[in-house]
Every structure is written in C-alpha cells, then in structure tokens.
C-alpha cells in the first residue's frame, strides 16, 4: 500500500469527524470498496464478482468484515468473505409468528437477486431460515424449516439450476438480542428472518447453526 493513500485517508476521516459527520463514515467506506481499497478485498474473485452485480441489481449494501451495518436500512446487505457471500433483507415485513409462506416482500427482494444467480451456476446456495418467541423449540424448528424451504422452492422454479440447501436454525442464531423479561415486538420481527448463503466451494457450506 502507497504511504500517500494511507495519508489521504486518515486526513479524510479525521476531517469527518472534526466536521460531526461520523453517521456519513460507513457509507464513505462502502463506496471506497467498489474503488479498490485494498484492505477490503477478498480472495474469492467469484463472490466479489456476484457481490458487486447484486449491489448494483437490488441497490444493496456491501458489507466485509469489520464493517459496521448501516444504522437503518429497509433495503438488502450483503455480507462477504474468503469462504462466503450472505445475503439478508432488512425488513420487519418478512414473517409475522407462525407464518412460513413468501410474501410480497420477500418475492420482490428475491426476485432482486435471481437474474444475477442464474449467471454463476457453479455457486451453491443454502438457505437458512429463522424463528423467535413462536412457541416450543420443537414449533420454532418447524417454522424455521418450513420458512427456509419455501424460499429454496422458490428459487427452484425460478429456474435456478444451482445446487439448493434449505435448513432452519429455530432461535439458535438470534439477529438482535431482546430483552428476555419484556422482548419487544419488534426486535422479535426482526429475528424471524431468512439468510442466503452462496459459496463457490461445497467444502465452505456451513452445517451447523452458528
């Protein structure tokens, strides 16, 4: 890395934060990263690549590690590393308690992203989906399989030729942390949710709920 880019940089971020705009500082670097910051790249040019085409296709937010999320977004981020690309849609829309079927919502944030998926038939796809505060553990799993599959059957006849995994982590992988004395609605929307992993190597999908 040049010594000059290094300056620059720190001489941007110190300017930000003298003028008040730290809430501007994770959107500085999200557009950095699209410019060849080198310390945001990964070794994985197939996901970079898928990455990049969804953040232009379904105006998405690319995350890398270390990145802090957006402090509101109602849109898609997407989440990447060496080994994997996580997609997530941020929305209190997705399920209420009990419901597993796609709604409105989540066909359009899907339909988003599978023109860019069809162009990559080598990537596996795994669908992970959530529960929360929706009866026993046995209910939960149910919920949370039944929510991850209808996605997988979705993009299935979509006409996605890819390998499809669809499994369901209950509560086990909570996004936020509610208070356990008085959870709040909200925060509880927030966890039933669905994740899409894609990997480039069948030795990366993730098997267990972490």
Not at 32 to 61: F, R, S, Y
Not at 108 to 120: E, G, Q
Not at 154 to 175: F, M
Request: proline share 5%.
């Amino acid at each position: 890395m040049k010594s000059g880019y290094l300056w620059t940089l720190i001489l941007v971020i110190l300017t930000m934060v003298m003028a008040g705009c730290t809430s501007k500082t994770v959107t500085y670097f999200n557009k950095i990263t699209l410019l060849g910051n080198p310390w945001k790249k990964v070794d994985n040019p197939m996901l970079q690549q898928v990455a990049e085409q969804i953040v232009t296709d379904a105006n998405a937010t690319l995350l890398y590690k270390g990145d802090l999320p957006p402090a509101e977004s109602s849109g898609t981020t997407l989440f990447l590393t060496d080994k994997y690309l996580k997609i997530y849609f941020n929305t209190v829309e997705l399920y209420r308690p009990g419901q597993t079927t796609l709604g409105k919502t989540m066909r359009s944030r899907l339909n988003h992203i599978i023109p860019t998926l069809k162009k990559y038939p080598a990537l596996i796809i795994q669908i992970i989906g959530h529960a929360y505060e929706e009866g026993k553990a046995k209910k939960m799993r149910h919920y949370a399989d039944n929510r991850a599959i209808s996605v997988a059957e979705y993009l299935y006849t979509a006409g996605l030729k890819q390998e499809i995994l669809a499994k369901g982590c209950a509560d086990q992988v909570p996004k936020e942390l509610c208070p356990q004395n008085r959870p709040h609605p909200l925060c509880a929307m927030h966890n039933r949710r669905i994740e899409i992993f894609l990997y480039s190597s069948k030795k990366d999908v993730i098997t267990r709920c972490r």
